[in-house]
């Protein structure tokens, strides 16, 4: 089994990590203001969201072993490898009174790969973007959503879909930990080895992909997939789909390849070299 590892310069554990009250969050919480002698004002309710957040990735990290954790102040990263992995991150929300969780994979070899098939075409969409943006391939946060499709889900409450509030019960943390289970740690390891199954996420997902058509591009290479392939051809579908347009709400910027020079060259490409 795998060690759940920490960063040097972020967040760690007490040796004695705070263990959640078997009374009710909210309880419990209120009865550690208490003890704290910290009143219910604007430093104790950050005291207690910190408590909470700690306590919540301490308790994904350690359920999670086998994607090879490591804990931050606010996220965890999974995967070992410097330029190739996925994080998870949570952000506080005055505005919902919760966190919001944050998706994120990158990768570098999609960028070698696509210098070397693509070129200058590829360095010049490149050109003017952060160099922390570069490898980042897909984010997508749990309160997104489109008139064609939702976040994966976080929780299983009928509302605040993507939303963790303080005030949920005992069973909040499992709750998020079934949830991850099912989806997002499932995504985070189709996309670590640029699986068949990562162009069911594009259909599914298309605006949280950036390199949307070199990400294809790489995974019909890599996995020496047919144009006749299924996956395949919903990705055509999906463009077909959306050209058509039939309920007026899709536009030019949804096509998964977009009229780009880029995108329109990759496409070309694909159409003329996959393989059976």
């Known amino acids: 089994m795998h060690a759940v590892s920490f960063s040097n310069d972020l967040f ?3 040796e004695k990590p705070f263990r959640r009250p078997k ?14 002698s910290i009143r219910p004002n604007k430093k ?10 700690n306590e919540l990735i301490t308790f994904i990290a350690d359920n999670s072993t086998k994607l ?35 998706l994120s994979s990158y990768n570098k070899e999609i960028c070698n790969f696509s210098t070397q098939k693509v070129g200058n075409a590829f360095l010049e969409s490149m050109e003017g973007l952060p160099k922390s943006y570069q490898n980042l391939i897909f984010t997508q946060s749990s309160i997104s959503s489109s008139h064609y499709y939702n976040a994966f ?3 299983t409450h009928d509302h605040d879909y993507g939303i963790i509030h303080l005030e949920d019960d005992d069973t909040i943390f499992s709750d998020i930990l079934r949830n991850l289970e099912n989806n997002h740690f499932k995504f985070i390891q189709e ?22 058509s070199l990400v294809i591009f790489f995974v019909i290479e890599k996995n020496k997939l047919s144009i006749q392939n299924e996956k395949v051809k919903a ?27 880029l995108d329109q060259m990759i496409k070309k490409k694909i159409l003329g070299t996959s393989l059976e």
């Open 12 to 14: 760690r554990p007490s």
């Open 23 to 36: 009374q009710s969050c909210k309880a419990g919480f209120d009865a550690i203001m208490q003890s704290k």
């Open 44 to 53: 104790g309710k950050t005291y207690m969201k910190d408590i909470f957040l």
């Open 68 to 102: 090879n954790p490591t804990i931050f102040k606010k996220k965890i990263r999974f995967g070992n490898e410097k330029e190739k992995y996925s994080e998870i991150e949570f952000e506080y929300s005055n505005n919902f009174n919760g966190f919001s969780l944050s």
């Open 153 to 155: 889900p976080i929780v």
């Open 191 to 212: 996309i670590e080895i640029m699986s068949p199954n990562v162009l069911d996420y594009i259909v599914r997902f298309p605006s949280c992909f950036s390199k949307k």
């Open 235 to 261: 990705l055509f579908d999906y463009d077909r789909m959306v050209l058509e347009n039939k309920n007026k709400l899709f536009s030019p910027f949804d096509l998964i390849f977009g009229r780009n020079k």
